[in-house]
Nanobody, 124 residues
Framework: QVQLVESGGGSVQAGGSLSLSCAAS????????MGWFRQAPGKEREGVAH????????YYADAVKGRFTISQDNAKNTVYLQMNRLKPEDTATYYC?????????????????WGQGIQVTVSS
């Protein structure tokens, strides 16, 4: 069974940085579409960043463009989300997600596998 295990996260002041990791089992991150989503209290889950199968093409939500970077490590079968210049509005539970194949669809419903979620809190 595909498993996604997130790590990292925590609390930081505005302007700081955090890094999230997502280790995958069974599913190969470089052959499929991996994504990070987030959900703030009282809000719907939203896509943050995605990386396309094998070609390294990345997609970012406008709110995080220029501040967040998604990357993958072939040897560790792990996807990362580096978050810089964090803002209080970045506070949310962050989820790693995976789908077979390309990143043609990047909505929440397009992703079959999900991590357990990890908290990121940014204070002003």
């Amino acid at each position: 069974q595909v498993q996604l295990v997130e790590s990292g996260g925590g609390s930081v002041q505005a302007g700081g940085s955090l890094s999230l990791s997502c280790a995958a089992s069974i599913l190969t991150v470089t052959r499929n579409c991996m994504g990070w989503f987030r959900q703030a209290p009282g809000k719907e889950r939203e896509g943050v960043a995605h990386i396309a199968a094998g070609v390294g093409i990345t997609y970012y939500a406008d709110a995080v463009k220029g501040r967040f970077t998604i990357s993958q490590d072939n040897a560790k079968n792990t996807v990362y989300l580096q978050m810089n210049r964090l803002k209080p509005e970045d506070t949310a539970t962050y989820y790693c997600a995976a789908r077979w194949g390309s990143c043609g669809g990047r909505r929440e419903a397009d992703f079959r596998y999900w991590g357990q979620g990890i908290q990121v809190t940014v204070s002003s």
